[in-house]
């Protein structure tokens, strides 16, 4: 190991520390920059419901038709029971005995 | 303020398995890579993006394209912005120190638990913060432990491991379920999700659903504007 490849190393992981923490602030900053009424609130309010939707239909889809029914048995059992660990065990268990089966 | 971190702490808890789990495989193939465990260590608390992470060390291969590693993680990270911008509400009021300091721990998981509180009015930024410590101590450990003894379990998927964060976040947006105005956005999230996985490279499909489905919850506030 020579000093340069440490540096190196030490730099790569910097720069994406620092591109990763801008982003997290940056949006925060922004966010308060903009109107807070009006459509663009209504377009803010919205946000958290279509970004935690697009993180999740994509893996769903992709696992198949046990996968769409885990997640169905999962939403019914949050709409029920409002227990979000319970929730994730019915959906974890729905896919684990499918796979293992 | 304690009270609240531990809160936060707590309600992250269910998550935390999976992150560790996931967190042991990603030390394994950083240790095969060469990458230290103090290295490993310092990516844990710098960067803190378990997507970003597997990429990065990936592409972990001397002499490092540092510029090409910083162009990987802007992108795959580029729903921070978003995610950063949906946490105002729970900023509102505090100092711009405080904000500086609270916003680093911020994961898609604490996030995610933070914003489905904050829609029971039970959110803070220490709730948020308690939530990120829960989800890092996990993350070093598993990486920690993946990185010195190999792999906890060494294949998360037939436990369903990789489902459980899909789990997850599918029973936290039901929580966030607002009615039937959320109807039109959150189909229109999940078509713009799944098409852009299709058609666009690395994580684009975050942005492309997440601002498409909004994006028609806006069009819908002009409509019932124009109604009245």
């Known amino acids: ?101 | 303020m304690f009270r609240e971190f531990r809160i936060g702490f707590i309600a992250n808890l269910p998550l935390a398995a999976s992150v560790g789990a996931y967190g042991s495989v990603l030390g394994v193939l950083a240790s095969q890579k060469g990458i230290g465990w103090g290295e490993l260590l310092l990516m844990n608390l710098s960067i803190f993006a378990g997507s970003a992470q597997f990429v990065m060390v990936e592409m972990w291969m001397p002499p490092l394209p540092i510029v090409e590693i910083t162009l990987a993680v802007l992108v795959i990270n580029f729903r921070y912005l978003l995610i950063g911008a949906s946490l105002r509400p729970v900023f509102h009021g505090t100092s711009l120190g405080h904000k500086f300091a609270m916003m680093h721990l911020v994961a898609d998981e604490n996030w995610a638990v933070t914003m489905a509180a904050h829609h029971r009015g039970e959110a803070s930024t220490g709730f948020l913060f308690g939530g990120g410590v829960c989800i890092l101590s996990a993350w070093c450990s598993g990486t920690m432990l993946g990185h010195g003894f190999g792999a906890v379990i060494r294949d998360p998927e037939a436990y369903a491991l990789d489902f459980a964060f899909i789990a997850v976040f599918t029973a936290l947006a039901v929580s966030l379920w607002r009615g039937k105005k959320d109807i039109a956005p959150w189909l229109a999230a999940i078509v713009f999700a799944v098409a852009g996985e299709k058609l666009l490279p690395g994580k684009w499909y975050i942005l492309v659903g997440g601002i498409g489905g909004a994006l028609v919850s806006a069009c819908q506030h002009k409509e019932e504007n124009n109604e009245s």
């Open chain 1, 1 to 101: 190991m020579n000093p340069d490849f440490n540096m190196t190393v030490f730099l790569t992981i910097a720069m994406a520390a620092m591109v990763t923490y801008g982003l997290r602030v940056g949006g925060l900053l922004l966010a308060e920059r903009l109107p807070s009424s009006g459509r663009f609130r209504t377009f803010m309010d919205a946000l958290p419901g279509t970004i935690l939707l697009s993180l999740v239909a994509p893996g769903i889809v992709s696992a198949g038709t046990w996968g769409c029914a885990a997640a169905l048995c999962t939403a019914l059992c949050t709409y029920l029971t409002r227990n979000v660990f319970l929730s994730m065990v019915v959906g974890m268990g729905v896919v684990a005995v499918q796979r293992n089966l």
